[in-house]
Each structure stands twice: as structure tokens, then as C-alpha cells.
């Protein structure tokens, strides 16, 4: 076979590779501006979950009046946790319905699951934003090492979204969704709590920085497992039964 | 007929691992030591306690005091023993023994540790390393010298008997490595195939595959459960108490609770051929979760389960060859036992589905 195999037809597979690519690539971006539009007409996910923020953190401050950084570092994770689960876990409710699931036979399953996760991860980088403000307006801000808090945030965003976003595909075909979605996110996302929580007291001087580097590796190996779990799942997962 | 021999074999195992695990006693040991500081230079009794001894039996019971150090390169290292001169036997358990220890120790330190080696003719030698510690008295400080040090140990008796070994700190509990972790290896067996045959679902859609998967994780779920309860029992004695939210222990539940939301999520699901098919996907990601709950972060932390933080898992040269005789026909003995649970309950699942086809037709 091998001998058949000319430059020119090299060349040409070459080349179908590289346009499979970019017809992915633009997928991807088209549909990521797709739900960036719907979610700044609409504002309705973000609008949500910055409620339950904010009532969090007010209710916070009437019950506790000053929250000390140790505190402050639980609280701030837990939010961006129930916040996710909450925003997050409706991720596919739109296209799992049938006008829409037609019309998701035009692209392939997993640039929609990629610009999801795309758009999860920016959607959590902004709530997590917005909710260290809100924290550190009424309470102070006790971070002191901005970078590795910011960085630790990113990976938080990331993991949370990979994960979530997947459970959301999981649960979009099931009964009680949202419900499903919390019982399925908890046991999978303790562990990258756990790091978070421990890099973010890292970050606010809570405990002396051990072994930064390894848990920063653990989380990226949390965020690499996720992604090599949906390239795998997500194709079987969307194919209508 | 055809097939049964492997059950046969199962139960067979299973009875050999439970009476040999349970029933083999304990090599002879020294449970405890009363004082354990001694002064150079005195003439001085300690009382002995062993477990398994006996030493009403062996007329002949001999006793040192060994003070070793690890040798270096090219160094002599320091390797005396010093016998003791009378030896009172209290009961079979029970034995005083009189040290006349020399005025000097053979180390500058002005203390040493030394172990206690016990010999008798019925229960063969043991020891109880860094028993005891020998103090230089104050009123003697003297240059070190090995005076008096130079007792030979020799002609030990050889234990007889089929035993598995004393650790102080395990005891008895040292058995429960045939259950626990036998437990854990089968789990894994089971879990392994669990996702094999969702991989092979989702590639064939045939519901026989699905069916299996969910017997095995079914079955894999209920020996987690068990491997949970005995690492509790294990660790009540060796750690304190039942749980005392060790690293491993944390990521064990997580990783069950994981398993749990499996079935949650098929009895939600009303179509039998998506909860097959989603179950058969989170199957996969379920398992792949598993590994680095049970095995990599566990590791990366600190914890006090062993294969953690320097300790020794079992395994290698770390397990006693007595031991390993029962360990290992203890996997497959659950490991088969397991399959023939998963076997009854999907060949169950199987002939539930007939029955509900003839019935519609």
C-alpha cells in the first residue's frame, strides 16, 4: 500500500487533516459566540447564580458580622462550588430538546461539549471575580499572594467546568436533572475542592507553602483526566437513544 | 456440570482462608518489658512478658541483651551481646530475667539500645528490637570499652510449626491482611471488568455486556463496603480509632460514594437502553476516578495507611512467605467468589427481562 502513497496524495490528506481541523476550530468559535450572545441577551444563568451569591455573602455578614481569612478562603470556594453546580448543571437543558438537538446535528458533539467547557470556564472566572469583590468589599481582602490565587482560581474554573459540564451531558437525559447533577458533581469534585481550598489558604498565608508545585500538578491531572474521560464518553453520551 | 469447577474451587479457597487465616497462631513474641532502662555496672532483674510462649516447657531458656548499630563501610559497627546470668521462669508467658551488666558501655554516647533476644528449645528465638535502653551510670564515666560485652549468640533453637509472625504493634490483627486487602485486590479485579464490558457496551450495544457491568460494579460496590468495615476494624486497633479521616480513608468514600451515584443515576433514567447506555459511560469515568482516588493522591499526601509517606506496602520482599501462602489464594478466593455473585445476579437480570418479553408477546 505504501508505495501508492505519492507526494501529491500526501499532500492532499495533508491538507483534508488541516482543513478537518479549522472546520472544528471555527465550530468551536462560532458556537462559543453563540452562547456568549444568548447569555448577554438573556443574562439569565450569570443572574442566578450572582443572586445566590450575593445572598450568601450578605447573609454571611448579617450572621457573622466579620469573617476571619480562614473563613473567608471556605467560604469563597464553597460559593464558587454551589454557584457551579447551580449554573453549571443546566448547561445542556437548551440542547437536549428536540428542535435544538436537530439542529446540533450540524455540528459534532464535541465542539459543542468543547465550547460548553469554554464557555463554563469564563462564565466561573467571572463569578469567581465578581464574588471576590463582593467578599472583599464587606469583609477585606486577606489574599496576599495575588498571582498563585488567581492561578489556583483558573484551575478551579477549569476542573469544575470539564467535570460539571460532562455531568450535565450525563444528567441533561435523565428525570430529575438538577437533582442528578448534584448527587453525581459532589463525590467527583471533593477532591479538587480539597487542593483548591488548601492552595487558596496557600495563597492567604494560612499555612506555609509545602508542596505548591504538587498540588498544582494534582489539579492539573484532575483537569487532564476530565478531558481525556470526555473526548472518550461525550460522542456516546449525545447519540439520541 | 460444565463450569462448576471454579465455584467448587472458590468455596474451597475460601474455607482454607478463613481457617488457616484465622486458626495458625502467631510466631512466639515479647509483648512487654518491666524496667526498660537499665544502669551499667548494677546487677539488674527485668520481668518479661511474651505472647505465645512457652516457656514452662523449654527448660533450657536463654536470654541477651544485644547492642547492635548498623555496620557502615568498612567499619566494624559495634555488635556485642551480653548473657543473661539467671533466668526465672514465672509461667509460660512469663519469665524474670537478671542481667549483670558491665561497668562500661562500648559507645561514647553515655546510653544505648539494646535489643532483647529470648531462646528457648519449644518456641525457638525471638527478639524485641531496641527493648531496652542502658544508661551509663554518672559515678563510672569512664572511657568506652567492650568489656564484658562479649556473650556469643549461638545455637539458637529453630522455631517449628507453621506460624505467621508477631508484630507488637499489629498482634493478631496481622490476619486481617488476608480479608482487607484481599478484599481491595478483588475489588479492583472486579471494578477492571466492570469497565471493560461498558467499553465493550458502548462499542457493541449489546445488553448482555451492560448487564454484566452492572452485576460487577453491584458486587464491587458490596466488597468496597466490606474492605471499608475491616479497614475501620484494622485501623481501630493499629491508628486509634475507626476513622480518624485519614487520606486514604477520605478518598475511599469518595470513591464509593462515586460508585453509588452509578445506580442513582440508572433508576432515574426511564428508558432501559439510555440507562444502559449512560450507565455504561459514567461506568467508564467512575473507574477511571477510582484510580487516582485510591491509589495517586493517597500517595501524595500524608498518610498513615501503609504504601504512604515511606511506609511499606505489602507485597515484594515486605511479606512473610507464610503469609503470602494464604494472601494470595485469599484474592483469588474472593476474586472468584465475587464473579459468581455477579454471575447469579446478572443470569437474574437476564431471565427477568425473558419473563417481562413473554409476557408482552
Known amino acids: 500500500m505504501k508505495s501508492f502513497e505519492t507526494d501529491e496524495i500526501k499532500e492532499v490528506r495533508r491538507q483534508i487533516t488541516l482543513k478537518y481541523i479549522a472546520v472544528v476550530f471555527g ?3 462560532t458556537l462559543l459566540g453563540l452562547e456568549l450572545r444568548l447569555e448577554f441577551r438573556q443574562r439569565a444563568s450569570i443572574a442566578g447564580v450572582l443572586l445566590f451569591a450575593i445572598g450568601t455573602v450578605y447573609l454571611f455578614s448579617l450572621a457573622f458580622g466579620s469573617v476571619e ?5 471556605a467560604l469563597y470556594w464553597i460559593i464558587l462550588l454551589f454557584g457551579a453546580v447551580n449554573g453549571l448543571g443546566r448547561s445542556f437543558s437548551r440542547e437536549l430538546t428536540y428542535r435544538y438537538s436537530y439542529y446540533q446535528q450540524l455540528t459534532s458533539p464535541l465542539s459543542l461539549y468543547v465550547a460548553k467547557v469554554l464557555f463554563n470556564t469564563l462564565f466561573l472566572l467571572v463569578i469567581g471575580t465578581l464574588v471576590w469583590g463582593m467578599l472583599s468589599l464587606l469583609f477585606g481582602n486577606p489574599v496576599r499572594d495575588v498571582g498563585l490565587f488567581v492561578m489556583t482560581l483558573c484551575m478551579a474554573s477549569l476542573g469544575l467546568s470539564l467535570i460539571l459540564t460532562f455531568l450535565a451531558l450525563v444528567a441533561g437525559r435523565v428525570n430529575n436533572g438538577p437533582g442528578i447533577v448534584a448527587i453525581l458533581a459532589f463525590p467527583v469534585v471533593i477532591p479538587l475542592l480539597l487542593t483548591v481550598v488548601k492552595l487558596g489558604a496557600v495563597a492567604l498565608r494560612l499555612i506555609q507553602q ?20 470526555a473526548l472518550l464518553l461525550v460522542p456516546s453520551l449525545w447519540k439520541e437513544a | 456440570m460444565k463450569g462448576l469447577w471454579w465455584k467448587v474451587l472458590a468455596v474451597l479457597l475460601m474455607l482454607y482462608v478463613v481457617f488457616a487465616g484465622l486458626l495458625v497462631p502467631l510466631k512466639p513474641g515479647i509483648q512487654s518489658v518491666e524496667p526498660v532502662q537499665l544502669t551499667a555496672g548494677q546487677q539488674q532483674t527485668i520481668t518479661v512478658e511474651g505472647y505465645n510462649t512457652h516457656f514452662e516447657l523449654g527448660d533450657n531458656v536463654r536470654a541477651w541483651l544485644r547492642l547492635g548499630q548498623p555496620r557502615a563501610e568498612g567499619d566494624e559497627g559495634i555488635d556485642t551481646a551480653l548473657l543473661s546470668t539467671s533466668v526465672q521462669v514465672l509461667g509460660q508467658q512469663d519469665v524474670a530475667l537478671s542481667f549483670d551488666v558491665p ?9 544505648a539500645r539494646a535489643s532483647l533476644i529470648i531462646d528457648n528449645p519449644v518456641d525457638g528465638a525471638f527478639v524485641l528490637p531496641g527493648a531496652i535502653i ?31 509472625p508477631f508484630r507488637g504493634l499489629l498482634a493478631e490483627t496481622i490476619r486481617n491482611q488476608y480479608f482487607h486487602v484481599s478484599l481491595w485486590f478483588a475489588l479492583m479485579i472486579l471494578m477492571l471488568s466492570a469497565a471493560v464490558y461498558a467499553v465493550r457496551y458502548l462499542i457493541s450495544g449489546k445488553s448482555e455486556f451492560d448487564r454484566r457491568s452492572e452485576a460487577l460494579t453491584k458486587v464491587g460496590l458490596a466488597f468496597g463496603m466490606l474492605g471499608l468495615v475491616t479497614g475501620m476494624v484494622w485501623a481501630n486497633f493499629t491508628w486509634g480509632k475507626p476513622w480518624s479521616g485519614d487520606v486514604k480513608q477520605n478518598m475511599t468514600a469518595i470513591a464509593l460514594l462515586i460508585y453509588l451515584a452509578y445506580f442513582v443515576l440508572r433508576a ?3 428508558s432501559d437502553q439510555q440507562a444502559s447506555r449512560i450507565g455504561a459511560a459514567y461506568n467508564i469515568f467512575a473507574f477511571a476516578m477510582l484510580i487516582p482516588l485510591l491509589y495517586i493522591i493517597p500517595r501524595m499526601r500524608a498518610s498513615l495507611h501503609p504504601g504512604a509517606g515511606g511506609n511499606p506496602g505489602f507485597g515484594g520482599e515486605d511479606l512473610d512467605s507464610t503469609m503470602r501462602m494464604v494472601f494470595y489464594p485469599g484474592i483469588i478466593g474472593f476474586t472468584l ?9 446478572w443470569r437474574t437480570a437476564r431471565l427477568k427481562r425473558k419473563i417481562q418479553e413473554q409476557l408482552l408477546s
Do not use: H, M
Not at chain 2, 551510670?137 to 560485652?149: C, I, K
Not at chain 2, 465475587?338 to 447469579?344: E, T
Open chain 1, 27 to 29: 465550530q468551536i468559535i
Open chain 2, 268 to 270: 432515574s433514567v426511564a
Open chain 1, 69 to 73: 481569612p480562614r473563613l473567608w478562603n
Open chain 1, 210 to 229: 509545602t508542596s505548591t508545585s504538587k498540588d498544582l500538578l494534582l489539579l492539573f491531572g484532575v483537569d487532564l483526566l476530565a478531558i481525556g474521560l
Open chain 2, 337 to 345: 467468589v465475587g464473579v459468581w455473585l455477579a454471575q447469579l445476579s
Open chain 2, 103 to 111: 561497668a562500661y558501655l562500648p559507645t561514647s554516647d553515655g546510653a
Open chain 2, 134 to 164: 542502658i544508661k551509663q551510670a554518672e559515678a563510672l564515666a569512664g572511657p568506652p570499652s567492650s568489656q564484658g560485652w562479649d556473650a556469643q549468640i549461638e545455637n539458637l533453637s529453630a522455631s517449628t510449626g507453621v506460624t505467621f
